[in-house]
């Protein structure tokens, strides 16, 4: 008994601030921001070793190490499509000192966590563990990346994985959405080029020797680590570690070829089987030295970003219910930038999207922000900014990256100064460098058949691909074809709210046309257009049954009879 007296007087002691404090918070109004105060950056350590590996690091106070190691080629160094993927994916499969079994044994027993991945201009591996155990992460990184093994027998078993792994994105819309971008972008060069599992077959492991031996030097490498440690220590495990790696030169690459971004146009990817139309809006961006390219970021926050507060998305969700997350995004490397906005919807709302899109666009050019709007957005970047600076990993990276892309120092130290100054004109001025007439492009990845009849209300200028970025010949739209899909519009826009619209589980089209006259009664349509719509997507049922070598997953005698 006494003991739930005495929970009971501990609860009451808890709960009554939060009692009290609930009283005096109106929960109708915003929080108050604080004032903003000037904001100590992280001190880093920047230093050259013997061979020239240009190291950064942050000191922290935290149990894991992080580690980042970024060398000059990428994508763009590369002679064969492909090879610049193969080469980072067998660094991580052992070293000379290590069999590939003996490295992944170790990774596991360290718990470290290593990754690669290959931009259009870097090589860049990603390592973490707790700091106990950071000289067998730097000891693994170093041997890895400065001694790789290439293996021959491990090369072509990792040409087969990865040839199959071709062949199952293809049937992913983001990856069909991502090459079409770049086929768009960057034409027949490097970034342009689609990887196939015949270039994978084709290449050599002299192929990625090459490639390493060309690319892969300190003076044409930086790495980042954070981490709890002495300064002077860590500096003389790297020269233990990475103080023999070859010295080599900085390499400098000419800018490829790049067909001219007109904009204007539309390329698609049929993938025939898809409900829904992946779409990326296209324009042009500002490289790292414009000094625009600040200005740019606040705009992107602003018509897209990541936020549930953008234009796209207060438009694109809550107004009209075509997509979950709009978002933005700039795509920089050394000699490019591009504006590319992501919205996902389903076929028959494509060219609403897209129009939608092309309205928001047009509109920042022409309309002044609010003081309301402006200020939260910009509020809303400097936050985020801030947050990067608590994250030692990301910071140093900033660090990293700045000194990669020749960015001057002074880019991040005046960038919340500069984010704060951003005027409304100023967003309306990039805007029109972005989004002025005729300089958006979309790619869209969907069902062709669905999408171009509505696609061609806004351009005529579309070009047609499949899932391996080859042409195909679109014959003229069919009268009956576009009959039907008239009439299946009035009868949305007759019927006003139903229940639900798309197709359910085990439904097929002429299912849904049933349901939705039947939940709606009282429509405006014809008895004759109803005849016509309900025998085209018989037909179309019947065709899309015959070439899916398919049962109908319906039988004709259970359908209802009231239609």
């Known amino acids: 008994m006494k003991i739930r007296k005495l929970f009971f007087v501990i609860i009451v002691v808890f709960l009554y ?42 000191k922290t106070d935290k149990p894991l190490a992080t580690i980042n190691v970024m060398v000059n080629g990428g994508k763009l160094s590369e002679e064969l499509v492909g090879t610049s993927e193969v080469l980072v994916n067998l660094i991580l499969l052992g070293s000379k000192n290590n069999s590939s079994t003996k490295f992944q044994n170790e990774i596991d027993f360290n718990a470290i966590d290593l990754k690669a991945q ?15 155990n950071f000289r067998k992460l730097l000891s693994l990184v170093s041997e890895s990346i400065s001694k790789p093994a290439f293996n021959i027998k491990i090369f072509e078993e990792y040409k087969k ?15 069909l959405s991502k090459i079409g971008t770049n086929k768009l972008l960057f034409g027949e060069t490097n970034l342009g080029n689609i990887l196939s599992p015949e270039l994978i077959d084709y290449m050599q492991i002299d192929d990625v020797n090459k490639l390493y031996e060309e690319n892969f030097s ?8 954070t981490g709890n440690f002495n300064k002077d220590q860590l500096l003389k495990d790297l020269e233990a570690t990475f103080g023999n790696w070859k010295v080599g030169e900085k390499v400098l690459y000419d800018r490829p070829s790049f067909p001219e971004f007109k904009g204007g146009e539309i390329l698609i990817i049929d993938k025939p089987n898809s409900v829904q139309s ?43 219910g075509y997509t979950y997350t709009p978002t933005s995004e700039f795509s920089t490397n050394r000699f490019t930038s591009n504006f590319i906005t992501n919205a996902e919807v389903s076929n028959i709302h494509t060219a609403d999207c897209i129009k939608e899109m092309l309205f928001e666009f047009n509109k920042i050019q022409f309309d002044s922000l609010s003081k309301e709007e402006l200020s939260r957005f910009i509020n809303s970047t400097i936050g985020n900014f801030y947050i990067t600076l608590k994250k030692p990993e990301e910071y140093i990276s900033l660090l990293q990256s700045s000194f990669f892309y020749n960015i001057p120092k002074e880019f991040y130290a005046n960038y919340i100064d500069i984010i704060k100054s951003i005027t409304s004109n100023d967003i309306i001025q990039v805007a029109r460098d972005i989004f002025r007439m005729n300089a958006v492009s979309f790619v869209v990845v969907g069902k062709s058949t669905e999408i171009i009849p509505q696609l061609e209300n806004i351009t005529q200028k579309i070009s047609v691909y499949d899932k391996n970025l080859l042409p195909i ?17 009035k009868m949305l826009d007759s019927l006003g709210a139903v229940s639900y619209t798309h197709l359910r589980a085990h439904e097929t089209v002429l299912d849904l046309v049933c349901r939705l006259l039947l939940e709606k009664k009282k429509h405006t349509l014809a ?9 085209y997507v018989t037909k179309t049922q019947a065709e899309r049954t015959f070439n899916n070598s398919e049962q109908p997953m319906h039988n004709e005698n259970n359908r209802d009879s009231r239609c």
Request: proline share 4%; glycine share 4%; aromatic share 10%.
């Open 17 to 58: 601030p939060l009692n009290q404090y609930s009283q005096q918070l109106d929960i109708n109004k915003p929080p108050v921001p604080e004032t903003n105060s000037n904001y100590i950056y992280p001190s880093y350590v920047e230093y050259n070793l013997r061979n020239g590996l240009k190291v950064f690091f942050i």
């Open 118 to 132: 290959v931009t259009d201009d870097a090589f860049i591996f990603n390592a973490k563990s707790l700091n106990r």
């Open 161 to 175: 994985y990865y040839s199959s792994l071709l062949i199952t994105n293809t049937a992913d819309a983001d990856y």
């Open 218 to 225: 300190s003076k044409n490498s930086s790495i980042a680590i």
């Open 278 to 320: 992946t779409i990326k809006a296209i324009g042009s961006g500002f490289k790292f030295d414009d000094s625009l390219r600040i200005k740019s970021i606040l705009l992107n926050n602003i018509i897209g970003g990541v936020s549930l507060n953008s234009r796209l998305s207060k438009n694109l969700r809550e107004k009209n």
């Open 473 to 489: 010949k679109v014959g003229p739209r069919s009268e009956s074809n576009s009959i039907a899909r008239d009439i299946w519009f």
């Open 527 to 535: 008895e004759s257009h109803i005849v016509v719509l309900l025998q």
